[in-house]
């Protein structure tokens, strides 16, 4: 009994924070903010981040604009990390390859 009430006190939690707050974020052209902070603005597809766009994440303040594929970052984009280095080349699956 315990855990069925525990259950039901946490399921409402689960994604709190995270939503899409214009346009369309599974096919097409989408803002959605994550339950970290981040915010992706850019196009969708299949309800993962696929083609070009921008995320950026508030704690540290850092910035990728680029491509994706299937959520990752995939392609020619620049990453702007919170101290002030910037990787600007290739991507392939979420890892940087260089330029």
């Known amino acids: 009994m315990k855990n069925l009430l525990l259950a039901l006190l946490v399921l409402p939690l689960v994604g709190f924070g995270q939503q899409c707050i214009s346009g369309n974020c599974k096919n097409g ?3 959605y903010t994550f339950a970290s902070g ?3 603005v850019g196009e969708w597809l299949n309800d993962k981040m696929n083609g070009q766009g921008t995320r950026t994440w508030q704690n540290p303040w850092e910035q990728y604009v680029g491509e994706y594929m299937n959520g990752m970052k995939h392609g020619q984009g620049t990453y702007t990390y919170a101290d002030g280095t910037i990787k600007k080349g290739l991507w392939k ?3 940087y390859v260089g330029e």
């Open 93 to 95: 699956n979420d890892q």
């Open 29 to 31: 052209q989408g803002t």
């Open 38 to 40: 981040s915010k992706y």
